[in-house]
């Protein structure tokens, strides 16, 4: 066989190999949209990145072998190691951060493509490639960027809003040269300083984009740059020739924009507003009359004892608390007791999109227990008591009430009708959002000040000193 033949024989088995790949890759984030499938799902993936990898290098035929290892090794070795310890707390920075490289590694392909056509007696590309390889950096660019802010606005390291003024238009313009830049290395000149420029210019717009965004947003922010990861991947996928990197880049672009309009929604915004307004801004809200009416665990489990039906809305608050498990053993013993319990997950709760369902669902909650909002919110008015441990904004209801809150009109779960409610949170601070919650503040509101984990563990001991006693 010739050097030619082995070389053709390679690359149909490479194309083949990513097919397999792509199949595997939709297979799997088809199985992720189920908490039953998702394991098996991401097996799945990470297996058609293995084959693609492999595929890759069969196709290189051991070329620029050493760095690819290299590159490889530096990928892999970190990360699985702080994904091995990174706590659940910290998930969402993580998924942030790992997204963010993801389109950086769109864009420095992207790089790497235009620098190589900007050498002099380079061989023109088609006008496609060069354009998709121009909106591929793009995207991944701003992906890579607005993703590291939004790393920074969840891990604690910078304020969760930065405005100042004239800033849409001070965004509009760096996004327009970018464009700019870019339609110039398309249509002019492919020169590597304007190729510089143009980097240049789409890093600093990911950053401008991000800074203004207020933290309550995360979900859609993070769903957002997911979409443009994606986009970006297939983009660079199709100017290289991968298949495999355009199926999966495609799935991931088409999944992350699904989602950022369901997140959208759920913050009852636009995609218009998402992109091109200081979307999570806004007033301070109205002053709330009254005061928060705290209670003890005992009489909270006095509450609870004598309820037939409980809902139990888990926040970030339970999260840093570590909390998951504790709740559903409380839960338990509710159950145990005869209680009807369930749980009440609203789209955004948390700081990345499905947050409490990983949570609940490492501690074992069954999943025919938790419901989404639109499901649970008509059960609201016949619940006894509801449990709120941790969540904030997406429970008040100044959402609904206060045209001058900044989070007006954005669905919430209706805590509120409940008949009592206990809401379980370390002190009077405000949420993620900075704005006071008037559910704490109604007459059926009672506050258990104390540690997520501490408070369950309180209300369990109380709950069998009850049982123990005989009601009494």
């Known amino acids: 066989m010739s050097a030619m033949d082995t070389q053709m024989m390679l690359v149909w088995v490479a194309k083949a190999s990513y097919f397999l790949a792509a ?17 098996k799902g991401i097996v799945w993936a990470g297996v058609g990145m293995v084959i693609a990898t492999l ?51 769109a864009a420095a392909i992207g790089a790497g ?33 607005g993703s590291i802010i939004a790393w920074a606005k969840l891990d604690g390291r910078m304020d969760k809003r930065f405005t100042f003024g004239g800033q849409q238009v001070v965004n509009f313009a760096v996004f327009a040269g970018a464009v700019l830049a870019g339609l110039a290395l398309v249509f002019w000149k492919l020169d590597a300083s304007l190729v510089v420029v143009f980097f240049l210019l789409a890093l600093a717009f990911g950053v401008l984009m991000t800074l203004p965004i207020g933290g309550a947003d995360m979900p859609v922010v993070i769903s957002l740059y997911n979409a443009f990861t994606g986009l970006a991947v297939a983009f660079e996928g199709y100017a290289m020739g991968i ?55 005992a009489d909270a489990a006095s509450l609870l004892y004598m309820a037939e039906k409980v809902i139990i809305v888990p ?55 938790i419901a989404d909002m639109d499901d649970i919110n008509p059960e609201f008015k016949t619940c006894d008591v509801a449990i709120v441990i941790g969540a904030n904004d997406v429970v008040n209801p100044a959402a609904k009430t206060d045209k001058s809150s900044p989070i007006f009109g954005m669905p919430i779960l209706d805590v509120v009708d409940s008949r009592q409610t206990i809401v379980i949170k370390r002190g009077k601070g405000t949420g993620f959002a900075g704005i006071e919650n008037a559910l704490f503040y109604a007459d059926n509101t009672r506050m258990l000040y104390a540690d997520g984990k501490e408070a369950a563990n309180q209300l ?5 000193a009850i049982e123990g006693g005989g009601g009494h």
């Open 55 to 105: 595929a890759t290098f069969a196709i290189t035929r051991g070329h620029n072998l050493g760095y690819i290892l290299a590159a490889i090794a530096l990928g892999v070795v970190p990360t699985w190691l702080w994904g091995k310890k990174v706590a659940m707390t910290d998930m969402p920075q993580m998924v942030a951060l790992f997204n963010g490289m993801g389109g950086g590694s």
């Open 23 to 39: 199949v595997l890759f939709i297979l799997g984030i088809k199985r992720m949209s189920s908490p039953v499938t998702a394991r």
């Open 243 to 297: 298949e495999a990197l355009i199926v999966a880049g495609m799935v991931v672009g088409a999944a992350g924009t699904f989602l950022t309009q369901l997140m959208a929604k759920a913050m009852n915004r636009p995609i218009s507003n998402v992109l091109f307004s200081n979307f999570g801004g806004g007033g301070e809200g109205a002053e709330i009359a009254g005061a928060q009416k705290p209670i003890d665990a």
């Open 113 to 145: 493509e235009l620098l190589k056509f900007s050498h002099a007696g380079a061989p023109t590309p088609p006008l496609a490639t060069l354009a998709l390889a121009v909106i591929g950096a793009l995207i991944g660019a701003i992906s890579m960027t």
């Open 460 to 464: 369990i001991s109380e709950l069998k």
């Open 315 to 369: 926040g970030y608050g339970m999260a840093v608390a570590q909390a998951q498990h504790k709740i559903w053993e409380l839960s338990q013993a509710l159950i145990k007791a005869g209680k009807e319990v369930k749980f009440a997950i609203h789209p955004v709760a948390g700081r990345m999109p499905g947050h409490m369902n990983v949570l609940l669902a490492e501690a074992g909650v069954p999943y025919d227990l």
